[in-house]
């Protein structure tokens, strides 16, 4: 007979396992699912996010920013070093560390919470009375356990470029573009999102020539439009990669060191060019391909995502989707609230996400991060508005840090003065933009946070000096 559980959860990203921890701290007994392996073979919760994803690409974006300081910046502050070196190697093991200790933790999380843990694929199998059945695969024989309600958060997969075959050793995805066991001395990238530029910026400070393609006619179109411009001209200025719009790719050519690229320009004119490794980040789609859906009749768009109501609630009774697969931002924070607040309804709690403030963060150097609408968008939708702005260069704290480009952007109603959207490019943004997000979470104006006292020095006195510029009356520029 198949073991009954109150909650199964099918993967353990961060959506998923805390989904999973949640529903068992409410008194739900609950399993979770995931088939993800390390490169020993053994079972390794925490999805794409702690395995190859979030986690080990910040590892690296660290790694890569000290070493450019002590090339390139140490000096300013009266430091000198000589003899710098690079081992690769020892990088990558730090990043791997840092892997290790956050999956693990995740089992003795799960452990702590009296989650049940399995390791394999699940998937829909049918229905008993009320129960779902689970059949999950792996290296033994099928299992199948049941359960009254499901939490699908499989997460997402890297988008195919159509006739190019990823190996992960000359062409790459974002698994392989964390493991270069040497820097390449030419590096190509397809796609400039997050993927694209947050791996580019590691291999370029690590001393790669770093070309970039992109296919859309602008550079982080999601992005507001002057953040999106000032970070092209740091990213092609200072940082030096080379960063190219309207890039139709034709052809890719892999030989046994290299890959040859094959575009044509927004003019319609064709180029050719030669790598030593090339990364495809062309962005990622939901995966449910081996869910099984249609032995339940789970609902699936076009595209391949589940389709829910503003409650993760799927077409099917008791079936949630949370994360990647379902619509919204592909971003672990979303996954994570997603997970807590479905736990909570399926305990009969009350629980919501608002979508419209989550905090959107690119790891680059400036840091780019972002919550709630753009100027873009507010003009499309007719909505009035006023923007204040302050420039970290006018800022003490990023003066002392030696970090100064960049800016904070705020825009709020112009008629009610509640604050509409933040955006930041610059010194420790990702950090930053928490502020805006509790702000717009308690329906504040710029009037709030202008009345605020933030601490001097500091890089949240930007946030400060924005809020007065919507009303004109910025006190430091």
């Given at each position: 007979?198949?073991?009954?559980?109150?909650?199964?959860?099918?993967?353990?990203?961060?959506?998923g396992?805390?989904?999973?921890?949640?529903?068992?701290?409410?008194?739900?007994?609950?399993?979770?699912?995931?088939?993800?392996?390390?490169?020993?073979?053994?079972?390794?919760?925490?999805g794409?996010?702690l395995?190859?994803?979030?986690?080990?690409s910040?590892a690296?974006?660290?790694?890569?920013?000290?070493?450019e300081?002590?090339?390139?910046?140490?000096?300013?502050?009266?430091?000198?070093?000589?003899?710098?070196?690079?081992?690769?190697?020892?990088?990558?093991?730090?990043?791997?560390?840092?892997?290790?200790?956050?999956?693990?933790?995740?089992?003795?999380?799960?452990?702590?919470?009296k989650?049940?843990?399995?390791?394999?694929?699940?998937?829909?199998?049918?229905?008993?009375?009320?129960?779902?059945?689970?059949?999950?695969?792996?290296?033994?024989?099928?299992?199948?356990?049941?359960?009254?309600?499901?939490?699908?958060?499989?997460?997402?997969?890297?988008?195919?470029?159509?006739?190019?075959?990823?190996?992960?050793?000359?062409?790459?995805?974002?698994?392989?573009?964390?493991?270069?066991?040497?820097?390449?001395?030419?590096?190509?990238?397809?796609?400039?999102g997050?993927i694209?530029?947050?791996?580019?910026?590691?291999?370029?400070?690590?001393?790669?020539?770093?070309?970039?393609?992109?296919?859309?006619?602008?550079?982080?179109?999601?992005?507001?439009?002057?953040?999106?411009?000032?970070?092209?001209?740091?990213?092609?200025?200072?940082?030096?990669i080379?960063?190219?719009?309207?890039?139709?790719?034709?052809?890719?050519?892999?030989?046994?060191?290299?890959?040859?690229?094959?575009?044509?320009?927004?003019?319609?004119?064709?180029?050719?060019?030669?790598?030593?490794?090339?990364?495809?980040?062309?962005?990622?789609?939901?995966?449910?391909?081996?869910?099984?859906?249609?032995?339940?009749?789970?609902?699936?768009?076009?595209?391949?995502?589940?389709?829910?109501?503003?409650?993760?609630?799927?077409?099917?009774?008791?079936?949630?989707?949370?994360?990647?697969?379902?619509?919204?931002?592909?971003?672990?924070?979303?996954?994570?609230?997603?997970?807590?607040?479905?736990?909570?309804?399926?305990?009969?709690?009350?629980?919501?996400?608002n979508?419209?403030?989550?905090?959107?963060?690119?790891?680059?150097?400036?840091?780019?991060?972002?919550?709630?609408?753009?100027?873009?968008?507010?003009?499309?939708?007719?909505?009035?508005?006023?923007?204040?702005?302050?420039?970290?260069?006018?800022?003490?704290?990023?003066?002392?840090?030696?970090?100064?480009?960049?800016?904070?952007?705020?825009?709020?109603?112009?008629?009610?003065?509640?604050?509409?959207?933040?955006?930041?490019?610059?010194?420790?943004?990702?950090?930053?933009?928490?502020?805006?997000?509790?702000?717009?979470?308690?329906?504040?104006?710029?009037?709030?946070?202008?009345?605020?006292?933030?601490?001097?020095?500091?890089?949240?006195?930007?946030?400060?000096?924005?809020?007065?510029?919507?009303?004109?009356?910025?006190l430091?520029?």
């Amino acid at each position: 007979m198949a073991k009954s559980y109150d909650v199964v959860v099918i993967g353990a990203g961060p959506g998923g396992y805390v989904a999973a921890i949640r529903a068992s701290q409410l008194g739900l007994s609950t399993v979770c699912i995931d088939a993800w392996s390390n490169a020993a073979g053994k079972p390794s919760l925490g999805g794409t996010c702690l395995n190859v994803g979030c986690i080990p690409s910040k590892a690296l974006l660290e790694s890569s920013e000290n070493y450019e300081r002590a090339l390139h910046k140490f000096a300013d502050h009266g430091i000198g070093i000589t003899g710098v070196t690079l081992d690769v190697a020892k990088m990558l093991a730090r990043k791997d560390k840092i892997v290790d200790t956050f999956t693990t933790g995740i089992a003795l999380l799960f452990k702590k919470n009296k989650v049940d843990s399995m390791h394999g694929f699940g998937r829909f199998a049918g229905k008993n009375g009320d129960r779902y059945v689970i059949e999950v695969t792996g290296s033994g024989a099928p299992e199948s356990i049941e359960a009254r309600h499901v939490i699908v958060a499989t997460g997402s997969l890297a988008r195919d470029l159509p006739g190019v075959t990823i190996d992960n050793k000359v062409v790459c995805d974002n698994m392989g573009a964390l493991s270069f066991g040497e820097v390449p001395k030419r590096l190509g990238v397809i796609g400039a999102g997050v993927i694209g530029v947050e791996m580019g910026s590691v291999w370029r400070r690590l001393g790669s020539e770093v070309t970039i393609l992109e296919a859309l006619p602008s550079f982080l179109a999601a992005a507001d439009e002057q953040v999106a411009k000032e970070a092209f001209r740091q990213f092609t200025g200072p940082l030096g990669i080379k960063i190219y719009t309207g890039a139709k790719v034709e052809s890719v050519e892999t030989k046994a060191n290299s890959v040859t690229v094959a575009y044509a320009n927004r003019e319609g004119n064709r180029h050719v060019a030669e790598f030593d490794r090339l990364v495809v980040a062309i962005g990622r789609v939901p995966n449910t391909r081996n869910l099984n859906a249609d032995v339940v009749g789970l609902k699936l768009d076009s595209r391949g995502y589940v389709e829910v109501d503003g409650q993760c609630r799927t077409n099917l009774p008791n079936v949630f989707a949370i994360g990647d697969v379902v619509r919204g931002p592909m971003l672990a924070h979303k996954s994570s609230e997603e997970g807590v607040a479905v736990a909570e309804t399926i305990a009969g709690q009350v629980s919501h996400i608002n979508l419209d403030t989550i905090p959107w963060v690119i790891y680059t150097s400036p840091e780019i991060a972002w919550v709630g609408r753009t100027e873009k968008e507010l003009k499309a939708q007719g909505i009035p508005y006023r923007a204040g702005q302050f420039p970290f260069i006018a800022s003490g704290r990023a003066r002392a840090l030696g970090e100064t480009a960049g800016f904070v952007k705020m825009l709020a109603h112009a008629e009610t003065d509640r604050i509409l959207g933040v955006h930041i490019i610059g010194p420790f943004a990702s950090e930053l933009i928490s502020e805006a997000v509790v702000a717009m979470e308690f329906g504040a104006s710029s009037e709030d946070i202008a009345r605020i006292v933030h601490a001097h020095p500091s890089l949240s006195e930007a946030m400060h000096e924005a809020a007065l510029g919507v009303d004109k009356r910025t006190l430091n520029i």
